[in-house]
Protein backbone atom coordinates (compact mmCIF):
# COMPACT_ATOMS: atom_id res chain seq x y z
CA UNK A 1 0.00 0.00 0.00
CA UNK A 2 1.33 3.76 -0.68
CA UNK A 3 1.98 5.79 1.97
CA UNK A 4 0.43 9.17 1.68
CA UNK A 5 0.80 11.94 3.89
CA UNK A 6 -1.05 15.23 4.50
CA UNK A 7 0.88 18.15 3.13
CA UNK A 8 -1.22 21.09 4.37
CA UNK A 9 1.63 23.02 5.84
CA UNK A 10 3.66 22.51 2.88
CA UNK A 11 0.71 24.08 0.28
CA UNK A 12 0.36 26.67 2.66
CA UNK A 13 3.60 28.28 3.53
CA UNK A 14 4.93 28.25 -0.13
CA UNK A 15 1.99 28.66 -2.27
CA UNK A 16 -0.81 31.69 -1.48
CA UNK A 17 -3.44 30.94 -4.36
CA UNK A 18 -4.59 27.47 -4.42
CA UNK A 19 -7.87 26.88 -5.76
CA UNK A 20 -7.95 23.35 -4.65
CA UNK A 21 -8.96 23.05 -0.35
CA UNK A 22 -5.32 22.33 0.77
CA UNK A 23 -5.60 20.29 3.62
CA UNK A 24 -7.02 17.37 1.41
CA UNK A 25 -4.33 16.97 -1.17
CA UNK A 26 -2.11 14.26 -0.69
CA UNK A 27 1.43 13.35 -2.05
CA UNK A 28 3.84 10.30 -2.12
CA UNK A 29 5.64 10.76 0.59
CA UNK A 30 9.22 10.28 -0.52
CA UNK A 31 10.46 7.02 -0.70
CA UNK A 32 14.56 6.23 -0.50
CA UNK A 33 16.18 5.16 -3.54
CA UNK A 34 17.09 1.88 -1.95
CA UNK A 35 13.33 1.10 -0.94
CA UNK A 36 13.15 -2.38 -2.61
CA UNK A 37 9.35 -2.40 -2.97
CA UNK A 38 8.97 0.98 -5.33
CA UNK A 39 12.18 0.92 -6.99
CA UNK A 40 13.37 -1.24 -10.17
CA UNK A 41 15.55 -4.28 -8.44
CA UNK A 42 18.10 -3.96 -11.24
CA UNK A 43 18.26 -0.13 -11.50
CA UNK A 44 21.31 1.68 -9.68
CA UNK A 45 20.60 3.22 -6.53
CA UNK A 46 22.82 6.16 -4.97
CA UNK A 47 25.03 2.94 -3.42
CA UNK A 48 25.92 1.35 -6.55
CA UNK A 49 26.36 4.56 -8.71
CA UNK A 50 29.17 5.36 -5.74
CA UNK A 51 31.03 2.15 -6.00
CA UNK A 52 30.69 1.86 -9.56
CA UNK A 53 31.62 5.62 -10.28
CA UNK A 54 34.28 5.32 -7.99
CA UNK A 55 35.30 2.03 -10.29
CA UNK A 56 34.90 3.86 -13.25
CA UNK A 57 37.19 6.07 -12.24
CA UNK A 58 39.93 4.01 -11.85
CA UNK A 59 39.07 2.04 -15.04
CA UNK A 60 39.54 5.76 -16.56
CA UNK A 61 42.45 6.16 -15.03
CA UNK A 62 44.31 2.87 -15.66
CA UNK A 63 43.51 3.69 -19.06
CA UNK A 64 44.97 6.29 -19.33
CA UNK A 65 48.04 5.55 -17.52
CA UNK A 66 48.59 2.34 -19.60
CA UNK A 67 47.47 3.37 -22.91
CA UNK A 68 50.72 2.42 -24.61
CA UNK A 69 49.98 -1.23 -23.80
CA UNK A 70 47.40 -0.71 -26.73
CA UNK A 71 48.08 -0.49 -30.40
CA UNK A 72 46.80 2.89 -31.27
CA UNK A 73 44.51 1.73 -34.10
CA UNK A 74 42.38 -1.17 -33.88
CA UNK A 75 42.50 -4.20 -35.74
CA UNK A 76 38.80 -4.73 -36.91
CA UNK A 77 37.03 -4.39 -39.74
CA UNK A 78 33.77 -2.32 -40.50
CA UNK A 79 30.67 -4.14 -38.94
CA UNK A 80 32.73 -6.00 -36.19
CA UNK A 81 30.42 -4.77 -33.70
CA UNK A 82 27.09 -5.95 -34.48
CA UNK A 83 27.39 -9.41 -34.03
CA UNK A 84 28.67 -8.99 -30.62
CA UNK A 85 25.44 -7.71 -28.72
CA UNK A 86 22.10 -9.31 -28.92
CA UNK A 87 19.29 -8.13 -32.18
CA UNK A 88 17.16 -7.23 -29.66
CA UNK A 89 17.52 -4.22 -26.37
CA UNK A 90 17.13 -6.32 -22.81
CA UNK A 91 13.49 -6.57 -21.68
CA UNK A 92 14.88 -6.65 -18.07
CA UNK A 93 17.87 -4.35 -16.40
CA UNK A 94 20.77 -6.05 -16.09
CA UNK A 95 23.68 -6.28 -13.75
CA UNK A 96 25.94 -3.63 -14.07
CA UNK A 97 28.96 -5.81 -13.78
CA UNK A 98 27.85 -7.35 -17.04
CA UNK A 99 27.74 -4.19 -18.50
CA UNK A 100 31.06 -3.04 -17.11
CA UNK A 101 32.54 -6.47 -18.13
CA UNK A 102 31.15 -5.44 -21.76
CA UNK A 103 33.00 -2.18 -22.43
CA UNK A 104 36.38 -4.96 -22.96
CA UNK A 105 34.88 -7.32 -25.15
CA UNK A 106 32.94 -5.23 -27.30
CA UNK A 107 33.80 -1.33 -27.20
CA UNK A 108 37.62 -1.37 -26.63
CA UNK A 109 38.48 -3.68 -29.67
CA UNK A 110 36.44 -0.36 -31.42
CA UNK A 111 38.87 2.32 -29.97
CA UNK A 112 41.19 4.58 -31.98
CA UNK A 113 42.97 5.91 -28.32
CA UNK A 114 43.87 9.20 -29.42
CA UNK A 115 45.09 9.80 -26.06
CA UNK A 116 47.66 7.52 -27.28
CA UNK A 117 51.48 8.96 -27.39
CA UNK A 118 51.39 7.13 -30.74
CA UNK A 119 48.47 8.89 -32.07
CA UNK A 120 49.81 11.91 -34.15
CA UNK A 121 46.78 11.92 -36.49
CA UNK A 122 43.97 15.18 -37.16
CA UNK A 123 44.71 17.86 -34.00
CA UNK A 124 44.89 16.80 -30.71
CA UNK A 125 41.54 15.62 -28.75
CA UNK A 126 42.11 17.58 -25.69
CA UNK A 127 41.39 16.04 -22.55
CA UNK A 128 42.80 16.29 -18.82
CA UNK A 129 41.60 15.28 -15.27
CA UNK A 130 40.06 18.65 -14.39
CA UNK A 131 38.56 18.72 -17.89
CA UNK A 132 37.13 15.02 -17.36
CA UNK A 133 35.78 16.10 -13.60
CA UNK A 134 33.72 18.79 -15.15
CA UNK A 135 31.94 16.46 -17.59
CA UNK A 136 31.12 14.40 -14.84
CA UNK A 137 29.91 17.20 -12.25
CA UNK A 138 27.82 18.55 -15.21
CA UNK A 139 26.54 15.26 -16.37
CA UNK A 140 25.46 14.99 -12.58
CA UNK A 141 24.06 18.31 -12.34
CA UNK A 142 21.96 16.99 -15.32
CA UNK A 143 20.82 20.56 -15.77
CA UNK A 144 19.81 22.58 -19.02
CA UNK A 145 21.00 25.57 -19.32
CA UNK A 146 19.07 27.47 -22.22
CA UNK A 147 17.97 30.37 -20.51
CA UNK A 148 19.37 32.19 -17.55
CA UNK A 149 16.42 31.00 -15.13
CA UNK A 150 16.96 27.42 -16.40
CA UNK A 151 20.02 27.58 -14.66
CA UNK A 152 21.79 30.84 -14.05
CA UNK A 153 24.87 30.07 -12.77
CA UNK A 154 25.43 27.87 -16.16
CA UNK A 155 24.49 31.45 -18.12
CA UNK A 156 26.40 33.72 -15.86
CA UNK A 157 29.91 31.25 -15.90
CA UNK A 158 30.18 31.19 -19.16
CA UNK A 159 30.56 34.51 -20.20
CA UNK A 160 32.96 34.97 -17.26
CA UNK A 161 35.23 32.31 -18.76
CA UNK A 162 35.32 33.22 -22.39
CA UNK A 163 36.30 37.04 -20.99
CA UNK A 164 38.86 34.44 -18.98
CA UNK A 165 40.05 32.97 -22.03
CA UNK A 166 39.81 36.00 -24.18
CA UNK A 167 42.02 37.59 -21.87
CA UNK A 168 44.85 35.11 -21.86
CA UNK A 169 44.50 35.37 -25.64
CA UNK A 170 44.94 38.94 -25.59
CA UNK A 171 41.94 39.46 -28.02
CA UNK A 172 40.89 42.71 -28.58
CA UNK A 173 39.07 44.66 -26.33
CA UNK A 174 35.46 44.48 -28.01
CA UNK A 175 35.66 41.01 -28.07
CA UNK A 176 35.47 41.30 -23.96
CA UNK A 177 32.15 41.33 -22.63
CA UNK A 178 33.83 42.80 -19.27
CA UNK A 179 35.27 45.71 -20.98
CA UNK A 180 32.28 47.11 -22.77
CA UNK A 181 30.49 47.41 -19.46
CA UNK A 182 33.85 49.62 -18.56
CA UNK A 183 33.46 51.82 -21.52
CA UNK A 184 29.77 51.88 -21.83
CA UNK A 185 27.11 50.49 -19.44
CA UNK A 186 24.57 50.93 -22.09
CA UNK A 187 26.36 49.21 -24.54
CA UNK A 188 26.12 45.40 -24.88
CA UNK A 189 28.94 44.73 -27.89
CA UNK A 190 31.36 42.43 -28.33
CA UNK A 191 31.88 38.89 -26.01
CA UNK A 192 32.16 34.96 -26.36
CA UNK A 193 30.07 31.99 -26.14
CA UNK A 194 30.57 28.21 -26.28
CA UNK A 195 29.19 26.39 -29.07
CA UNK A 196 29.03 22.54 -29.90
CA UNK A 197 31.68 22.50 -32.70
CA UNK A 198 34.12 25.11 -34.83
CA UNK A 199 31.63 24.48 -37.87
CA UNK A 200 28.95 25.76 -35.16
CA UNK A 201 30.91 28.96 -34.97
CA UNK A 202 31.43 29.77 -38.52
CA UNK A 203 28.02 28.70 -39.95
CA UNK A 204 26.45 31.63 -36.82
CA UNK A 205 28.62 33.81 -38.08
CA UNK A 206 27.64 33.49 -41.65
CA UNK A 207 24.09 33.80 -40.81
CA UNK A 208 24.81 37.04 -38.80
CA UNK A 209 26.68 37.91 -42.32
CA UNK A 210 24.05 36.79 -44.40
CA UNK A 211 20.82 38.69 -41.78
CA UNK A 212 22.91 41.98 -41.92
CA UNK A 213 23.53 41.81 -46.13
CA UNK A 214 20.43 40.95 -47.14
CA UNK A 215 19.08 43.93 -44.84
CA UNK A 216 21.43 46.09 -45.97
CA UNK A 217 20.42 45.20 -49.53
CA UNK A 218 16.87 45.82 -49.70
CA UNK A 219 17.23 49.45 -47.98
CA UNK A 220 19.69 50.19 -50.63
CA UNK A 221 17.24 48.53 -52.92
CA UNK A 222 14.03 47.97 -52.47
CA UNK A 223 12.70 46.27 -55.59
CA UNK A 224 14.82 43.11 -54.42
CA UNK A 225 13.34 40.52 -52.54
CA UNK A 226 15.44 38.18 -50.21
CA UNK A 227 15.39 35.30 -52.52
CA UNK A 228 16.87 37.30 -55.45
CA UNK A 229 19.29 39.11 -52.96
CA UNK A 230 20.32 35.50 -51.46
CA UNK A 231 20.97 34.06 -54.58
CA UNK A 232 23.73 36.42 -54.82
CA UNK A 233 25.53 36.41 -51.99
CA UNK A 234 28.51 35.21 -51.80
CA UNK A 235 31.54 34.91 -49.39
CA UNK A 236 35.24 33.69 -49.68
CA UNK A 237 38.02 32.09 -48.24
CA UNK A 238 40.75 29.71 -48.98
CA UNK A 239 41.53 26.61 -50.84
CA UNK A 240 43.24 24.91 -47.75
CA UNK A 241 39.82 26.65 -45.04
CA UNK A 242 38.23 23.24 -43.37
CA UNK A 243 35.41 22.04 -45.36
CA UNK A 244 33.08 23.25 -42.75
CA UNK A 245 33.49 26.44 -44.68
CA UNK A 246 31.87 25.13 -47.57
CA UNK A 247 29.30 22.76 -45.62
CA UNK A 248 27.94 26.30 -43.71
CA UNK A 249 27.37 27.98 -47.48
CA UNK A 250 25.91 24.72 -47.90
CA UNK A 251 23.46 25.15 -45.20
CA UNK A 252 23.08 29.38 -45.53
CA UNK A 253 22.13 28.55 -49.22
CA UNK A 254 25.08 31.19 -50.59
CA UNK A 255 27.63 30.80 -52.96
CA UNK A 256 31.50 30.28 -51.36
CA UNK A 257 34.93 30.73 -53.34
CA UNK A 258 37.51 28.77 -52.10
CA UNK A 259 40.78 31.03 -53.59
CA UNK A 260 44.53 30.46 -54.28
CA UNK A 261 47.32 30.70 -51.37
CA UNK A 262 50.97 31.59 -51.63
CA UNK A 263 53.80 30.00 -51.32
CA UNK A 264 53.28 29.87 -47.58
CA UNK A 265 49.76 28.88 -47.80
CA UNK A 266 48.27 32.02 -47.03
CA UNK A 267 45.56 33.93 -48.23
CA UNK A 268 46.45 37.26 -49.53
CA UNK A 269 44.70 40.48 -50.07
CA UNK A 270 45.25 40.86 -53.76
CA UNK A 271 43.86 37.31 -54.40
CA UNK A 272 40.67 38.32 -52.39
CA UNK A 273 40.56 41.47 -54.17
CA UNK A 274 40.63 40.59 -57.59
CA UNK A 275 38.11 37.69 -56.97
CA UNK A 276 35.39 40.36 -55.29
CA UNK A 277 35.86 42.63 -58.04
CA UNK A 278 35.37 40.51 -60.91
CA UNK A 279 32.00 38.97 -58.32
CA UNK A 280 30.86 42.42 -58.33
CA UNK A 281 30.93 42.90 -62.30
CA UNK A 282 28.94 39.47 -62.39
CA UNK A 283 26.26 41.25 -60.11
CA UNK A 284 27.60 39.00 -57.25
CA UNK A 285 27.06 40.41 -53.55
CA UNK A 286 30.12 39.64 -51.24
CA UNK A 287 28.88 39.61 -47.89
CA UNK A 288 32.03 36.97 -45.37
CA UNK A 289 35.17 36.27 -45.74
CA UNK A 290 36.50 33.48 -43.41
CA UNK A 291 40.22 33.77 -42.85
CA UNK A 292 41.92 30.66 -41.35
CA UNK A 293 44.67 30.92 -38.22
CA UNK A 294 46.32 27.60 -38.75
CA UNK A 295 44.74 25.60 -41.51
CA UNK A 296 43.70 22.01 -40.93
CA UNK A 297 46.07 20.92 -43.99
CA UNK A 298 49.32 22.18 -42.85
CA UNK A 299 48.65 24.64 -40.08
CA UNK A 300 48.99 27.99 -42.29
CA UNK A 301 47.87 31.01 -41.57
CA UNK A 302 46.12 33.75 -43.74
CA UNK A 303 47.14 37.31 -44.22
CA UNK A 304 44.61 39.18 -41.51
CA UNK A 305 45.56 42.46 -42.22
CA UNK A 306 45.55 42.32 -45.84
CA UNK A 307 42.05 40.64 -45.75
CA UNK A 308 40.47 42.48 -42.82
CA UNK A 309 41.62 46.28 -44.45
CA UNK A 310 39.50 44.83 -47.45
CA UNK A 311 36.46 43.73 -45.60
CA UNK A 312 36.62 47.00 -43.75
CA UNK A 313 36.65 48.90 -47.44
CA UNK A 314 34.20 46.48 -48.41
CA UNK A 315 32.00 46.15 -45.54
CA UNK A 316 32.09 42.25 -45.40
CA UNK A 317 31.73 40.70 -42.18
CA UNK A 318 35.08 38.70 -41.27
CA UNK A 319 35.64 35.62 -39.50
CA UNK A 320 38.62 33.73 -38.40
CA UNK A 321 38.62 30.42 -37.72
CA UNK A 322 41.49 29.43 -35.39
CA UNK A 323 40.14 25.98 -34.28
CA UNK A 324 43.00 24.64 -33.49
CA UNK A 325 46.07 27.13 -33.13
CA UNK A 326 44.04 29.53 -31.50
CA UNK A 327 45.25 28.20 -28.06
CA UNK A 328 49.15 29.03 -29.12
CA UNK A 329 47.37 33.04 -28.51
CA UNK A 330 47.67 31.94 -24.60
CA UNK A 331 51.75 32.44 -25.67
CA UNK A 332 52.89 35.79 -26.10
CA UNK A 333 55.45 35.37 -28.76
CA UNK A 334 52.30 33.70 -31.34
CA UNK A 335 50.58 36.65 -30.73
CA UNK A 336 52.13 38.48 -33.95
CA UNK A 337 49.86 35.47 -35.51
CA UNK A 338 46.78 37.63 -35.08
CA UNK A 339 48.30 41.11 -36.40
CA UNK A 340 45.10 42.58 -38.43
CA UNK A 341 42.63 41.01 -35.79
CA UNK A 342 41.32 44.54 -35.12
CA UNK A 343 39.59 44.19 -38.47
CA UNK A 344 38.10 41.38 -37.10
CA UNK A 345 34.34 40.15 -36.27
CA UNK A 346 34.32 37.14 -34.99
CA UNK A 347 36.24 34.47 -33.82
CA UNK A 348 36.13 30.69 -32.79
CA UNK A 349 38.92 28.40 -31.40
CA UNK A 350 38.26 24.96 -29.70
CA UNK A 351 40.04 24.73 -26.19
CA UNK A 352 38.56 20.83 -26.67
CA UNK A 353 41.45 20.41 -29.22
CA UNK A 354 44.85 22.21 -28.27
CA UNK A 355 44.03 23.34 -24.72
CA UNK A 356 43.41 20.18 -22.44
CA UNK A 357 39.84 20.80 -22.52
CA UNK A 358 37.58 17.07 -23.61
CA UNK A 359 34.58 17.76 -25.86
CA UNK A 360 33.07 19.79 -26.81
CA UNK A 361 34.00 23.06 -25.87
CA UNK A 362 34.01 25.93 -28.67
CA UNK A 363 34.23 29.43 -28.14
CA UNK A 364 33.01 31.95 -30.08
CA UNK A 365 33.82 35.62 -29.67
CA UNK A 366 31.87 38.13 -31.65
CA UNK A 367 32.37 42.26 -32.16
CA UNK A 368 28.76 42.88 -31.88
CA UNK A 369 26.72 40.15 -29.78
CA UNK A 370 23.57 42.05 -31.06
CA UNK A 371 24.19 41.27 -34.77
CA UNK A 372 24.13 37.33 -33.63
CA UNK A 373 21.09 37.63 -31.46
CA UNK A 374 19.21 39.20 -34.36
CA UNK A 375 20.07 36.54 -36.89
CA UNK A 376 19.19 33.92 -34.09
CA UNK A 377 16.43 34.90 -32.00
CA UNK A 378 12.82 33.24 -32.08
CA UNK A 379 10.96 33.93 -28.41
CA UNK A 380 8.33 31.53 -27.71
CA UNK A 381 6.39 32.52 -24.71
CA UNK A 382 6.91 29.22 -23.05
CA UNK A 383 10.65 30.50 -22.58
CA UNK A 384 10.35 34.05 -21.26
CA UNK A 385 11.38 35.19 -18.04
CA UNK A 386 11.24 37.89 -15.59
CA UNK A 387 14.79 38.75 -16.47
CA UNK A 388 14.96 38.59 -19.40
CA UNK A 389 15.47 42.60 -19.72
CA UNK A 390 18.94 42.31 -17.59
CA UNK A 391 20.22 39.12 -18.99
CA UNK A 392 21.22 37.41 -22.72
CA UNK A 393 20.44 34.15 -22.80
CA UNK A 394 22.71 32.32 -24.25
CA UNK A 395 20.19 30.47 -26.60
CA UNK A 396 19.81 32.85 -28.70
CA UNK A 397 23.67 32.84 -29.59
CA UNK A 398 23.48 29.11 -31.27
CA UNK A 399 21.47 26.48 -33.45
CA UNK A 400 20.68 24.44 -30.18
CA UNK A 401 18.23 25.26 -27.76
CA UNK A 402 19.53 23.34 -25.03
CA UNK A 403 23.01 23.52 -23.51
CA UNK A 404 25.42 21.51 -21.57
CA UNK A 405 27.29 23.29 -18.44
CA UNK A 406 30.66 23.62 -20.45
CA UNK A 407 31.90 26.76 -19.12
CA UNK A 408 32.53 24.17 -16.06
CA UNK A 409 35.23 22.17 -17.48
CA UNK A 410 37.13 25.78 -18.66
CA UNK A 411 36.45 26.63 -15.29
CA UNK A 412 37.88 23.77 -13.44
CA UNK A 413 40.83 23.23 -15.85
CA UNK A 414 42.20 26.74 -16.27
CA UNK A 415 41.98 26.65 -12.76
CA UNK A 416 43.71 23.27 -12.15
CA UNK A 417 47.17 24.25 -14.56
CA UNK A 418 46.85 28.17 -14.45
CA UNK A 419 47.91 29.91 -17.58
CA UNK A 420 51.72 29.04 -16.81
CA UNK A 421 50.73 25.63 -16.76
CA UNK A 422 48.15 25.70 -20.13
CA UNK A 423 50.90 28.10 -21.82
CA UNK A 424 53.82 24.97 -20.58
CA UNK A 425 52.00 22.38 -22.57
CA UNK A 426 51.69 24.29 -25.76
CA UNK A 427 55.18 25.51 -25.93
CA UNK A 428 56.49 21.96 -25.02
CA UNK A 429 54.22 20.53 -27.97
CA UNK A 430 55.86 23.04 -30.22
CA UNK A 431 59.34 22.67 -28.98
CA UNK A 432 58.86 18.95 -30.08
CA UNK A 433 57.03 19.64 -32.89
CA UNK A 434 60.74 21.77 -34.14
CA UNK A 435 62.57 18.41 -32.71
CA UNK A 436 60.78 16.02 -35.24
CA UNK A 437 61.18 18.41 -38.27
CA UNK A 438 65.07 18.35 -37.39
CA UNK A 439 65.09 15.28 -37.91
CA UNK A 440 62.57 14.89 -41.21
CA UNK A 441 64.75 17.76 -42.24
CA UNK A 442 67.70 15.89 -41.48
CA UNK A 443 66.77 12.74 -43.56
CA UNK A 444 67.17 14.14 -47.41
CA UNK A 445 65.05 11.24 -48.91
CA UNK A 446 61.85 13.40 -47.51
CA UNK A 447 60.92 17.39 -47.93
CA UNK A 448 58.92 19.45 -45.17
CA UNK A 449 55.77 21.39 -46.46
CA UNK A 450 54.94 24.43 -45.18
CA UNK A 451 56.10 27.05 -41.97
CA UNK A 452 57.19 24.31 -38.69
CA UNK A 453 55.39 27.26 -36.03
CA UNK A 454 53.07 25.40 -33.21
CA UNK A 455 52.71 21.43 -33.30
CA UNK A 456 52.15 20.37 -37.15
CA UNK A 457 54.55 19.00 -38.82
CA UNK A 458 54.13 18.11 -42.54
CA UNK A 459 56.33 16.04 -44.62
CA UNK A 460 56.35 14.13 -47.87
CA UNK A 461 58.71 11.66 -49.48
CA UNK A 462 60.44 13.29 -52.19
CA UNK A 463 59.15 12.29 -55.62
CA UNK A 464 55.70 11.28 -57.19
CA UNK A 465 52.85 11.02 -54.56
CA UNK A 466 52.12 7.62 -54.58
CA UNK A 467 55.26 6.90 -52.59
CA UNK A 468 54.12 9.12 -49.91
CA UNK A 469 50.75 7.29 -50.03
CA UNK A 470 52.80 3.95 -49.80
CA UNK A 471 54.19 4.95 -46.80
CA UNK A 472 51.39 6.44 -45.06
CA UNK A 473 48.91 3.53 -45.81
CA UNK A 474 52.17 0.66 -44.47
CA UNK A 475 52.53 3.25 -41.30
CA UNK A 476 48.83 3.35 -40.30
CA UNK A 477 47.94 -0.45 -41.26
CA UNK A 478 51.36 -1.42 -38.96
CA UNK A 479 48.95 0.19 -35.59
CA UNK A 480 52.47 1.40 -34.70
CA UNK A 481 51.78 4.92 -35.02
CA UNK A 482 48.38 6.89 -36.36
CA UNK A 483 49.22 9.71 -38.98
CA UNK A 484 46.76 11.27 -41.63
CA UNK A 485 47.13 12.42 -44.97
CA UNK A 486 46.64 16.44 -46.74
CA UNK A 487 46.96 17.46 -50.18
CA UNK A 488 48.04 20.99 -50.71
CA UNK A 489 48.79 22.67 -54.27
CA UNK A 490 48.25 18.85 -55.76
CA UNK A 491 50.85 17.75 -52.95
CA UNK A 492 50.34 14.71 -50.80
CA UNK A 493 51.74 15.27 -47.51
CA UNK A 494 51.91 13.10 -44.24
CA UNK A 495 50.21 15.10 -41.11
CA UNK A 496 52.25 14.34 -38.05
CA UNK A 497 50.24 16.32 -35.39
CA UNK A 498 51.41 16.65 -31.33
CA UNK A 499 48.58 15.04 -29.60
CA UNK A 500 49.48 13.06 -26.35
CA UNK A 501 49.70 15.93 -23.53
CA UNK A 502 52.63 14.61 -21.77
CA UNK A 503 54.58 13.84 -25.56
CA UNK A 504 58.15 13.83 -25.22
CA UNK A 505 61.52 14.20 -26.96
CA UNK A 506 61.70 9.89 -27.08
CA UNK A 507 58.58 9.80 -28.48
CA UNK A 508 59.69 12.02 -31.58
CA UNK A 509 62.74 9.91 -31.85
CA UNK A 510 60.63 6.80 -31.81
CA UNK A 511 58.48 7.88 -34.11
CA UNK A 512 60.97 8.98 -36.70
CA UNK A 513 62.29 5.70 -36.73
CA UNK A 514 59.16 3.82 -37.32
CA UNK A 515 58.53 6.06 -40.15
CA UNK A 516 62.39 5.66 -41.73
CA UNK A 517 62.08 2.22 -41.38
CA UNK A 518 59.13 2.02 -43.75
CA UNK A 519 60.40 4.42 -45.90
CA UNK A 520 63.89 2.48 -46.36
CA UNK A 521 61.47 -0.87 -47.40
CA UNK A 522 59.04 1.21 -49.77
CA UNK A 523 62.39 3.12 -51.17
CA UNK A 524 64.03 -0.04 -51.68
CA UNK A 525 60.93 -1.63 -53.18
CA UNK A 526 60.33 1.01 -55.36
CA UNK A 527 63.98 1.29 -57.05
CA UNK A 528 64.14 -2.81 -57.15
CA UNK A 529 60.82 -2.39 -59.52
CA UNK A 530 62.38 0.63 -61.30
CA UNK A 531 66.13 -1.13 -62.02
CA UNK A 532 63.80 -4.15 -63.39
CA UNK A 533 61.63 -1.91 -65.49
CA UNK A 534 64.73 -0.37 -66.97
CA UNK A 535 66.60 -3.45 -67.61
CA UNK A 536 63.26 -4.85 -69.22
CA UNK A 537 63.50 -1.61 -71.70
CA UNK A 538 66.75 -2.00 -72.12
CA UNK A 539 66.78 -5.82 -73.07
CA UNK A 540 63.53 -4.83 -75.14
C1 LIG B 1 40.89 24.77 -38.69
C2 LIG B 1 39.68 23.94 -38.37
N1 LIG B 1 38.47 24.50 -38.47
C3 LIG B 1 37.35 23.82 -38.21
C4 LIG B 1 37.39 22.49 -37.83
C5 LIG B 1 36.11 21.78 -37.54
O1 LIG B 1 36.01 21.60 -36.16
P1 LIG B 1 34.67 21.06 -35.48
O2 LIG B 1 34.77 19.58 -35.50
O3 LIG B 1 34.73 21.61 -34.07
O4 LIG B 1 33.51 21.56 -36.23
C6 LIG B 1 38.64 21.86 -37.71
C7 LIG B 1 38.73 20.46 -37.32
O5 LIG B 1 39.76 19.87 -37.20
C8 LIG B 1 39.80 22.60 -37.99
O6 LIG B 1 41.02 22.06 -37.90
Not at 239 to 251: D, M, N, Q, T
Amino acid sequence: MKRMKKVFNYVHHHTSCLAVPQDEIEIPQQTTATDSTTTNPHGMDHLEFRRRGKEMIDYIADYLTNIEERRVTPEIEPGYLRPLLPDEAPENGEDWQNIQNDIERVIMPGITHWQHPRFHAYFPAGNSFPSILGEIFSAGLGIVGFSWSSSPACTELEPVMLDWLGRMMSLPDSFISDEQKKIDSQTVSGGGVLLSSASECILVAMLAARTIKIRSQRLENPSLDDGEILSRLVCYTSKLAHSCVEKAGLIAMVKVHQLSVDEHYSLRGKVLDEQIEADKKKGLIPFFVCGTLGTTSCCSFDNFEELGQICQREQLWFHVDGAYAGAALICEEYRYLIKGFEFVNSFNTNPNKWLLMNFDCSCFWVRDKLAVIDAMSVDPVYLRHKHAEKVIDLRHWGIALSRRFRSIKLWFTIRSYGVEGLRHYIREHCRLAKIFADLIRDDKRFDIIGDVLLGLVCFRLKGKNKLTEKLLTSINDSGQLHLTPSMVNEMLIIRFALCAQNASEYDMHLAFQIIQTYADGILFEFEKSSSTTSIRSVSN
